[in-house]
């Protein structure tokens, strides 16, 4: 049985597990979990994850959830180049420092800036309010100022001259409230040379692939309305905005 790959592009941590895979040439089965649609709390998906989130990596019976651990699992497995994951330890550490780091930085207020900028008004019909958005934005623009100033500083990727899965993670995260427009490279030279070099070395074409449908975060309103989730999440986020 080949690796199954349970994932949705919309979402991040499923896209640095697809990039990952296809650069290496890891053999993968794309299954798509629509979480638009809510199949992930269908009953087959159930049986796979009762985390009910995705990524989620099936690897004949042994199965893995959590992007940074399939990844890892994926490094090692298929015995990726060395500079993705690096054994010296001290470069392993910094890898495994930003990725532990990056969950309540990068990707929490990315996160949070992608909602309220796209998902929050297609869904209650009503902007957020300034304040709660302005204040989205600091929390976020404070996370990229500690990414340069701590995890990039003048090097030309996170952990020196080569790409890891450090440098995937965090562009990954970085495009996703860029999807919403909002541009977070203008009047960041050094963040904006970094992902240059990132996409660079992914590849333009397989990194495009990737973030199409989030490029096209406009489309939204129409699928959410088309399978029925508009309703299920409106009541939830009217408690929250209004």
Known sequence: MPLELFLDL???????VFMFAKK????????EINLTAGQQYGEEFGKISILRKVPVMRDGDFVLTESIAILKYLAEKFRTPDHWYPAELQKRARVNEYLAWQHTAIRAHGS???WFRSMVPIIIGTEVPKEKMDSAMEDLNTSLKLFEEKFLQDRAFIVGDQISLADLVAL???IQ??????????????????SDRVKKEMGVALFD??????MNVQNLPQVF?????????????????N
Do not use: Y
């Not at 290496?24 to 299954?31: D, L, V």
């Open 172 to 174: 990954v995260e970085i």
């Open 10 to 16: 919309h979402s991040q941590p499923c896209r640095s």
């Open 177 to 194: 409230p860029v999807g919403t427009g909002v541009d977070l490279f203008k009047d960041r030279p050094r963040l904006s040379a970094w």
């Open 112 to 114: 949070k800036v992608f």
């Open 24 to 31: 290496n040439n890891i053999p993968f089965e794309f299954k």
């Open 225 to 241: 309305q088309d399978n029925g989730m508009l309703e299920f999440l409106k009541p939830k986020l009217q408690k929250m905005f």
């Open 209 to 214: 692939e990737a973030h199409a449908v989030i």
